[in-house]
């Protein structure tokens, strides 16, 4: 067996521990009438009513796995992800657009406000929130218009802001994020979170619909001027910021409600562990980085490769967490196939590296990314395929489809965040 077909079970057992259907039978339990989430327990008897919603890539799955558990005690819902086509038996489920909010992020979000508000106090919500939200779920503030507001995501997207400094910005055009959606219901939540961010920070995951946000329109407003990215958004996004500033606009929420109750089910260290005892079942010796990768992609990936070639005879390396990245060309591809891309042209070593998406897509190709080796670098010379023009365009998909170096699982159902495994041959 080669090292890229061990490297890619390796991956495999990664996304299989944070699928939902695994997540959520681990983490949630019916007997009687005692629902058990970890190791907190609700007697539904206390309930007049029991919710199901959702907002997020993994919603649709965690929703379904929920429906297995509780069945016909759900009294309605409304999940919200990027599948189309599916349904749902006690909930609805409304199909969203991702990375980019369009019109049908506007109406899902209207129509989840609708379903929370007619929650009383003696109702129970049960939310499954994952990573995704932040685009599927959108309703902004009045007078930007949705147009404006996905101009705004794209230029904070194309500008390299991390994921924390995007949320903090549509915190607040936002009238879903923030914590906004807490302050629309009385009903008291368990929001089930599947992690997608470094550290697992509930001020970051999915823009915090339920959880409080300790920035402000003066820190969003510093963090705009001083990268210069203020003056490129929308006069309407400018308007509600200065509004904001004046305190003619509500802040975002800054105190978590007594009501809500959020756990984190899975995150990416999962995903890790679950990569090693593939690795150490396929007889490698394992070496797990729990430091999140992060911060710019080009650094990230030659850090990377640093660290790949300390490895010894058949030692491990893995290692996840989210890059950014800021495109300037026009091609296809996502931040780990340019990872990948950036690594190949790095090694010159017999070492294998994987970098791929665990939600199974990467940016704006249909694939989650690469797996390179010394026999990835042969294969583009003996076509003249200059890895560097590749790099500078951003079109690394178009790169590794030539050398059939693309991880190809579709999309998954889960996401938290990418992962990074390299193999000393």
Known sequence: MSKKDDVLKMFDAAIAAVLPENVINHSVNLDKNILTVLEKQYNLENYK????????????????????????????????????????????HYHSTH??????????????????????????????LSGGSSALLELPFTGITLEEFSKTTKILLENGF????????????????????????????????????????????????????????DDVYKLLKETNVYVKLPLSVQSVMKSGLSGDIEETLKELKSNVHHVIISNNLSALKASAGCANDLGYEVKIVEQSVDGDVEDAAI?????????????????GGECTVNV??????????????????????????????????????????????????????????????????????????????????????????????????
């Open 49 to 92: 009513n029991i919710y199901l919603c959702g907002s997020g890539k993994a919603s649709f799955a965690m929703a379904q796995e929920i429906e297995n558990i509780l069945g016909n005690i759900i009294t309605s819902g409304v999940v919200v992800s990027p599948i189309q086509g599916a349904k749902l038996k006690f909930s609805s």
């Open 99 to 128: 990375p980019i909010p369009t019109q049908k992020s506007v109406d899902a979000s209207m129509v989840m406000l609708a379903e929370l508000e007619k929650m009383s106090s003696e109702d129970l919500l049960i939310y499954c």
């Open 162 to 217: 991390a994921i924390n400094e995007i949320n903090a910005v549509r915190k607040h055009l936002s009238l879903v994020k923030g914590g906004r959606l807490a302050t629309s219901t009385k009903a008291e939540i368990i929001v089930l979170v599947i992690s997608d961010v470094i550290g697992d920070d509930l001020e970051s995951i999915a823009s915090a619909p339920f959880y409080f946000d300790a920035t402000t329109f």
């Open 303 to 319: 850090e990377f490769v640093k660290s790949a070639k300390k490895l010894k005879k058949n030692q491990v390396l893995i290692q």
């Open 328 to 425: 300037i060309g026009s091609g296809i591809g996502g931040r780990n196939q340019h990872f990948a891309l950036i690594a190949l042209r790095e090694l010159d070593e017999n070492i294998t590296i994987l970098s791929a998406g665990t939600d199974g897509i990467d940016g704006n190709s249909d694939d989650a990314g690469a797996v390179i080796s010394l026999d990835t670098k042969n294969s583009a010379n003996n076509i003249n395929l200059s890895i560097n023009e590749y790099i500078n365009n951003f079109n690394s998909n178009s790169f590794f489809k030539r050398v059939n170096s693309l991880i190809s699982v579709g999309y998954t159902g889960t996401n938290v965040m990418d992962i990074m495994i390299a193999i000393r041959g």
